[in-house]
């Protein structure tokens, strides 16, 4: 098979995996990644990940002139055009509007002429796609009946699942559940790692930070800001623009800003009140963008759920600490200015200090309601209802409770006010499911200390799988 493969992972780890699905037969003529390794062939058209996230061609295809895509290919794209719209960072989210619609069209121009030019029989991803161009691929191949494969990290202990259509999801997993439907699984039923994973935390005092969040936090420390400030001044003497980059921090750092904006609409809780507890996503991330579908708009879902709030509930919104820790206090296109105001607004809806302790917070609520946060996965181990408007792995546990409309929201409000409960038998035949049907591989390198697997074994699962689906 002919195989488009797209990463952004480590150039020399990526070329190992590279190497073992050509040594099986195949030939990956494309591949997009953050470095070439130490893997080279004339016959693979090697493109940076960073030029292709900013619509740049690969070298080898560079004076490739494609035809302009068609009103009809354009029109079949609209909801993906609507996506992609809320993925952009950097360069690319400084775009006016028809300067972004434009380089979309490009990169739609660009993708559709390799993909007609090669004519892949697959096209491998390492995660979900979620750039502009990758998932401009994602939709192009799937318009023309292109296998797609792809890996999502569940942060299950290092058990990853394979998808073809993540709108869809895992078939191997949705089998296994439906096979597990009616047993009666125990807890030493499953691998040793999931039993350690499950008594972690449904234990909330052995529960963790998630490996991402430390090391999210560990950018943060001293060493990293200063290498951050160290670039932002190499880069400002590049450009000559000192005294204007000085004028815009002073603005920024002592004007209106998003964490003051947060702070001033911020209530006192009332832990003893009927609340549904809504952590906000990190945006833009793929686990709203494209994961999140519509509620990529957050006050969308926080919407719905007001309205289908029962009497004398509230909804506690709590920002999450990543948004400040990662892209700073400045207002963004994912945080624009009066975008907490709006959320305030809304009846019976408090924004709770982002102090509070998010397991206190899920621990007394009657529900958790997310796009795809990890949150909604933590509360159904604590035997708190999940209300979930996204697709995030655990979208097929049977005790989560998906909400796309005000009329599916209150009949989930509704079975709890009844008295809902969660039926652990069913978590632990859900992850006797994933235990069956993951694959225990390298994905993130978030990975490498969430898994008692050498990192050789974790790269061999992944090269396999991949070969499993190729054939």
Known sequence: ???????????AEIADSVRKIESAGHRVVYWVGAAQGDWESESCIFHRHTDARLGKAAPKLAANQYQPASKELLSKLLKTESLVASMLRGPLARM????????????????????DQLTPDAVVFTIVPHHLYSYVIYSLAELKGIKTIMFEDTWVSDR???????FVGSKALQQKISENKDKQFTLSDLSSDLQSY???HIDESEASVPVYMQQQQ????????????????????RKSTLLKIIA??????FGHNLQREYYQLEHQLDFSASYVYVPLNYQPERTTSPQGDVYVDQILMIETIAAALPEGWKVYVKEHPSQWWRDGINYSHARYEGYYKKIAEIKNVEFVPITTDSRKLIRQAKAVAVVTGNAGWEAILRSVPALVFGLPFYRDCPVVMRVESVASCAAAMKKIVDGYAVDHRQVINYLKALDESSVR???DNFDETNSELSKQTRLNNYANAILKELD
Request: proline residues 1%; hydrophobic residues 40%; glycine residues 8%.
């Open 218 to 237: 560990g950018q943060q420390k001293n060493i990293a800001r200063i290498i951050r400030y160290l670039r932002i001044i190499g880069d400002t003497f």
């Open 248 to 253: 815009e921090h002073i603005r920024k750092r």
């Open 198 to 200: 499950y008594r972690a």
């Open 96 to 115: 006016r509007p028809q300067q972004f619609r434009h380089a979309y069209y490009e990169m739609v121009r660009y993708w559709n002429g390799v993909l």
């Open 160 to 166: 990853a699942l394979i998808y073809h259509d993540f």
């Open 441 to 443: 591989c390298y994905v």
């Open 1 to 11: 098979m002919k195989v488009i493969y797209i990463a952004d992972g480590n150039g």
